[in-house]
């Protein structure tokens, strides 16, 4: 069974196809040419309220999360919504 996990494919699923359908056609550098900068860009500033900003940013789900867990501000918002505007992606 091959099976393939993907950050973006919650909230920005055409990236995470593109880069299966190349690696589908034997291509181990597969999807867009920046792929693996976007995947670091994510990964550098990934935590649990990162991830949760993320999925409401992308309308997916509440950012929201029960105490003591961290739940990104307002204006953590903003910059959330910054950084996938510089990515191309919102």
Known sequence: MQ???SGFATFAPEIAMLF????GKGQPRAGPADY???RRSLFERWNHAFWRATL???GAASRYQRPPAETYSDQQMIQ???FYQSLGLL
């Open 36 to 38: 693996a900068s976007l």
């Open 80 to 82: 959330v919504k910054a």
């Open 56 to 58: 409401e940013c992308f």
């Open 20 to 23: 299966w359908r190349g690696r």
């Open 3 to 5: 099976a393939y996990y």
